[in-house]
């Protein structure tokens, strides 16, 4: 029988693999670094995601252990909000999912590649919402918040990585699979209905 901490590390790896290939801000910014600068800018654009991820991660990390320390009633508090951020914005992926995705063109000079996808993540207020609300469901009872918490984020980060790596390679070939419709629809779906899951298990978790 695996342990609390395994389930919890296996269940946020599953999550967050499928909330990684759902294209969105940052897959767009890769895909357009590898198109026009080719590889070496495309994987710099990916570290510069990656690196914005573990920056909100430690703002995630910092914030929950304040909010435990200061008050249960504020992580509770926390938890509400965040379920229901989850709920709202998985019901907007089910009933208007996007029929395809177009990562839009910029003045960005391929040359700075990473600064634009590290700026692009970390400007994105969303992310850390999203952190703040995602987070504190996969850290089990008994365990050390902050460095728990880092963790997850550095998972999320070198899966976030691994993908970009797989996309950047595949660059020419992937243009026609997201223009699909349906591809794009079936996985804002299915992500949709993730988070109104997670939203609704931090809803009944007991002392929520």
């Known amino acids: 029988m695996l342990s609390p901490i395994a389930v919890s590390l296996l269940s946020f790896a599953a999550a967050a693999g499928l909330l990684t290939i759902t294209p969105g801000a940052d897959t767009a910014i890769v895909l357009r670094s590898a198109a026009t600068g080719g590889p070496r800018n495309g994987l710099f654009a990916a570290l510069g995601v990656c690196s914005g991820l573990m920056i909100w991660?430690?703002?995630?990390?910092?914030g929950i252990t304040a909010l435990i320390a200061a008050s249960e009633a504020a992580f509770t508090a926390l938890?509400?909000?965040g379920a229901a951020y989850l709920v709202f914005l998985g019901s907007t992926l089910?009933?208007?999912?996007?029929t395809r995705f177009e990562p839009r063109a910029n003045d960005q000079d391929v040359d700075a590649s990473f600064m634009a996808a590290f700026g692009t993540n970390v400007l994105n207020?969303?992310?850390g919402v999203f952190y703040l609300s995602l987070l504190p469901q996969f850290v089990p009872p008994g365990v050390e918040v902050m460095p728990f918490t880092l963790?997850?984020?550095g998972i999320h980060a070198a899966l976030s990585l691994v993908w970009f790596g797989i996309l950047i390679s595949l660059t020419a070939r992937l243009s026609p699979v997201l223009?699909?419709?349906g591809f794009i629809t079936t996985l804002d779906r299915l992500t949709g209905g993730l988070f109104i899951a997670f939203g609704a298990r931090l809803v009944l978790e007991r002392g929520a």
């Open 57 to 62: 991660g430690i703002g995630a990390a910092v």
């Open 94 to 98: 089910l009933l208007r999912p996007r």
């Open 125 to 127: 207020p969303k992310v």
């Open 151 to 153: 963790l997850l984020a």
């Open 179 to 181: 223009a699909t419709p």
């Open 79 to 81: 938890k509400w909000l």
